[in-house]
């Protein structure tokens, strides 16, 4: 090993020491980094989280967006609303109704306000919808109220109904959720805040899960005027959908009828081509009857040409023997001549 292969081993010996110290200072470097990465990532989805618990709440707090749920419906304008009134008078056609208030206008020019009615709830008869009227005349505590849409049969017999039932309530907007109603929901919490006391246990039974509670946040965001407007639109477009249905049925009634006349045209056409058959197939019959009689006259005509052609072949060839014979023998009487005068 010559003095130069030494001194480049030792050169690439040094070199790799080196690029070794290198390497690992790049993979703790990598390592540190990673690490801080991952405290960040950690730190930011928990930040995240946070965010995200402050916006939308959890179970254990409330968040932003609840505490605009809840600002947004106590600063709702509740409107007025006029109790116990009772229906005096409903028109079955129109559905115009004569209501006496306990209490009169609330200005000096209410026709035109449009106020929802509903029936008041006593005893087991629940409150009930029955629609948006328009006031169209007031007489200090008598009001004339007009249907803001046309009333279907089943609602102008559920307002009759509801005048011989009980009182009313006039309201300017819809009411909206009250705590006294979210108390009453199956899991709310009860007005004031207060947390339900959990039930008791009972001593060697499993314990039972909880009901799943519902958010009063949630019910409060029933928006009930949205309900009604979707429910009149939806009403609308069914009753479009009806009429469609109904000239749907005609057009197809005056089809069913035209193509039934068509029907007999085509009908009276078959009897008539099925007679012409009926002929043409009595006329195919005497024509092949017709030709069957011909086919066995030719037949006949044919074994008699055929009977003619065999006599006449053997009366040709008993003619043709006597004349072979009749050659023969004068041929001999020739040869006997021609012997006897000799030369």
Not at 38 to 56: G, Y
Not at 76 to 93: I, S, Y
Request: glycine share 6%; proline share 6%; charged share 25%.
């Amino acid at each position: 090993m010559s003095i130069w292969n030494k001194v480049l081993a030792g050169l690439i010996l040094v070199t790799s020491v080196a690029f070794f110290y290198f390497a690992l200072r790049a993979l703790r470097t990598h390592q540190h980094w990673r690490e801080l990465a991952e405290k960040h990532q950690s730190a930011l989805e928990k930040t995240l989280q946070e965010q995200r618990a402050l916006i939308w709440g959890s179970e254990a707090s409330v968040g932003v967006r609840q505490m605009e749920a809840q600002l947004y419906r106590l600063n709702l304008c509740r409107g007025r609303a006029w109790q116990n009134a009772q229906p005096q008078k409903v028109d079955a056609a129109t559905g115009e109704v004569t209501v006496v208030t306990p209490l009169g206008a609330a200005h000096e020019r209410p026709q035109g306000t449009q106020l929802s009615i509903f029936l008041q709830a006593s005893g087991q008869n629940p409150a009930m919808y029955l629609g948006d009227f328009q006031i169209a005349a007031v007489s200090d505590r008598i009001w004339q109220l007009r249907p803001t849409r046309t009333l279907s049969p089943r609602e102008l017999g559920r307002l009759q109904q509801a005048s011989r039932g009980g009182l009313w309530v006039l309201y300017e907007r819809i009411p909206s959720m009250t705590p006294e109603l979210l108390a009453e929901m199956t899991g709310a919490a009860p007005p004031g805040g207060e947390k339900p006391e959990p039930p008791a246990k009972d001593e060697g039974q499993p314990p039972k899960p909880a009901p799943k509670a519902t958010s009063p946040v949630l019910a409060t965001m029933i928006d009930y005027r949205q309900v009604f407007d979707y429910y009149y639109m939806e009403r609308s477009r069914l009753v479009d959908l009806i009429e469609s249905a109904k000239n749907d049925l005609k057009g197809l009634t005056e089809a069913q009828k035209a193509a039934d006349a068509e029907i007999k045209l085509l009908q009276a056409e078959i009897a008539k081509h099925k007679t012409l058959l009926a002929e043409a197939e009595r006329q195919r019959d005497a024509v092949a009857a017709h030709l069957r009689a011909v086919e066995a006259k030719r037949a006949e005509f044919e074994s008699r040409v055929a009977q003619t052609i065999q006599e006449n072949q053997t009366t040709a060839q008993k003619l043709a023997q006597a004349q072979l014979e009749a050659a023969r023998r004068i041929e001999e009487r020739t040869r006997r001549t021609a012997s006897i005068v000799g030369p």
